[in-house]
Nanobody
Framework: QVQLVESGGGLVQAGGSLRLSCATS????????MAWFRQAPGKEREFVAAIIETGTTYYTNSVKGRFTISRDNAKNRVYLQMNSLKPEDTAVYYCAARRFGWYSSSRHDYNYWGQGTQVTVSS
């Protein structure tokens, strides 16, 4: 059974940092595209960052220079380092994996999802 489990969310003041972690199990994702999405109340789930097999990374414009996605294949984990957090970053953050294919920012292209972790940034 494939599982993605996020952790590391919480409450932080604006300008602070958090590191999200996604633990994968049930299969190896080292050659799969992994991504982070987020969903704020009343809004659609949106793309945040992705990392493909080669290690190349992609980011939505609003987080470029502040967030960093990385992976540790030996530990079956994907991370999202979030710095200089803003109140508009408040959302539930989801880890996702594609069964096949390279980079995509569409949530419809991802086959596996975690349950999400809440990130709240106070002003």
């Amino acid at each position: 059974q494939v599982q993605l489990v996020e952790s590391g969310g919480g409450l932080v003041q604006a300008g602070g940092s958090l590191r999200l972690s996604c633990a994968t199990s049930g299969r190896t994702f080292s050659s799969n595209t992994m991504a982070w999405f987020r969903q704020a109340p009343g809004k659609e789930r949106e793309f945040v960052a992705a990392i493909i097999e080669t290690g190349t990374t992609y980011y939505t414009n609003s987080v470029k220079g502040r967030f960093t996605i990385s992976r540790d294949n030996a530990k079956n984990r994907v991370y999202l380092q979030m710095n200089s957090l803003k109140p508009e970053d408040t959302a539930v953050y989801y880890c996702a994996a594609r069964r096949f294919g390279w980079y995509s920012s569409s949530r419809h292209d991802y086959n596996y999802w975690g349950q999400g972790t809440q990130v709240t940034v106070s002003s």
